[in-house]
């Protein structure tokens, strides 16, 4: 399986393939990732980490995470409690069949222990229709579609073995806990005498199928009867053996239920660990991205990274990088958060002239690089416009300008965008269009392609 880290980078895939609208704009990301050092596998985690603005994904994958473990745990409850009242049953009765007890306490789970085996040794693989969550579970919305379909495509890797089997060992040892716990306690309030009885098994065979029974128990230290106590056994009850089968039926169900589950569990949880999947790079989604990543574009004359994520082309200069908003402050405190796949500094709202004034002393006084949030609610003024031209001719690091949008479904938000980009690429003004707004465009046109 993957690890939580690749599980976010397969769910953006998912979620990019089919058209989800991301609040942050993946082209933009990927571009702005160009420059940066590292494998491609690292790079992309930090692609989809910075796609996650919001951390919706990461929240989803953690909260069906830590759906599924509780799941576990009660379904792990269910079955000690099961496990204990069946025992308890099964044993409200002072004289005890031990060859009874010791098949209902351990029959089923030596039976399903064994088909197992088999599977393991035939290499059979999980029944799709009958463990895959999206065989019982359905999403609404498109990011739990994803994940359902996430689910789906882990099921079928070779791992998926291995997480079924610790699962179902877990399970199990839970019951076999429930059955100890519930004949340690009634051994412990209770006397109990214990017999046997057989139409087909004569006194010598049952004497060496006890024998043979007790070898492991007796080897981990428990008392077990000896041919004596099995002879006074068949059909009668002798008090004075009681603790010797009660020994027996404890080492039993340690020695033939519990080690050989934890033994198998283990085997389980090492080999998923060791079978924990890479992310499948040679698919054309990864493939794209890691083409556009090998192209590198450098300016040698100013020594600047390029990242051409929109028109007009923008440069990431060195210099300290701020975020400022115009007129108000935007609902999004973190409207800037990893633009451009750069850390800005918040620093705040130029709602007068006094704050424009103390900004353009200060890009006059330090090079900085500016991200200007602009409101696209209304059409370009030119007092607005003349404040962005100030605040570029002043800024040494150079000016970027996030148009924003509070409502990117609103009708005449496309006509309102292309008098921003007009107005200001006439000033020489890069500048960004509002996230879902460029995926929703892009995807428009995509799709209209296909037509």
Not at 153 to 158: G, H, I, N, S, T
Not at 198 to 220: I, R
Not at 308 to 337: C, H, N, Q, R
């Amino acid at each position: 399986m993957l690890n939580p880290q690749r599980k976010l980078v397969e769910l953006v895939r998912i979620l990019e393939e089919s058209g989800h609208v991301f609040p942050a704009d993946p082209e933009q990301v990927t571009e702005s990732l160009r420059p940066v050092e590292g494998g491609f596998e690292q790079k992309l985690i930090r692609r989809a980490e910075m796609v996650d603005r919001n951390h919706l994904l990461k929240h989803s994958l953690e909260q069906a995470r830590a759906g599924s473990f509780w799941l576990w745990v009660v379904a792990a409850s269910l079955m000690f409690t099961t496990g204990f009242s069946a025992t308890y049953l099964l044993m409200d009765s002072q004289g005890l069949n031990f060859f009874l007890i010791l098949a209902s306490v351990l029959g089923m789970n030596t039976l399903m222990m064994a088909v197992w085996l088999l599977s393991v040794g035939l290499r059979l693989k999980p029944g799709r229709w009958a463990v895959s969550p999206a065989t019982w579970l359905r999403g609404k919305d498109s990011v739990n579609q994803a994940l359902l379909r996430l689910f789906a495509e882990e099921w079928r890797r070779p791992s998926a073995r291995w997480l079924l089997g610790t699962t179902t060992h877990g399970l199990w040892l839970a019951t076999l806990s429930g059955m100890l716990v519930s004949v340690l306690l009634l051994l412990l309030v209770r006397q109990y005498t214990f017999n046997w009885e057989s139409t087909l098994l004569s006194n010598e065979a049952s004497v060496q199928a006890v024998a043979w029974l007790s070898w492991l128990p007796a080897k981990l230290g428990f008392p077990v009867p000896d041919s004596a106590a099995v002879l006074q056994g068949r059909l009668g009850s002798n008090v004075a053996d009681a603790r010797a089968w009660s020994g027996l039926l404890i080492g039993s169900m340690l020695a033939y239920g519990i080690l050989p589950r934890l033994a198998a569990w283990l085997v389980c949880k090492v080999l998923f660990k060791a079978a924990e999947a890479e992310l499948p790079l040679e698919k054309p989604y990864y493939q794209n991205i890691i083409r556009r990543w090998q192209v590198k574009v450098v300016d040698a004359d100013t020594q600047q990274e390029k990242v051409e994520a929109v028109s007009p082309k923008i440069y990431l200069s060195d210099a300290p990088k701020w975020a400022v908003m115009l007129e108000t402050e935007w609902p999004d405190k973190d409207w800037f958060g990893h633009t451009l796949g750069q850390e800005w500094a918040d620093g705040g709202v130029l709602a007068d002239r006094n704050a424009e004034a103390e900004w353009l002393a200060r890009l006059s006084a330090q090079p900085m690089q500016l991200l200007v949030g602009v409101r696209m609610r209304q059409v370009p003024d030119r007092g607005m416009l003349r404040q962005i031209v100030r605040l570029a001719e002043a800024a040494q690091g150079g000016i970027v300008v996030q148009l924003l949008a509070e409502a990117e479904h609103s009708d005449g938000i496309g006509e309102r965008l292309v008098q921003w980009q007009q107005a200001l690429s006439e000033r020489g003004v890069a500048w960004l269009a509002p996230p879902k707004l460029a995926q929703e465009m892009r995807l428009r046109h995509t799709d209209s392609d296909n037509v």
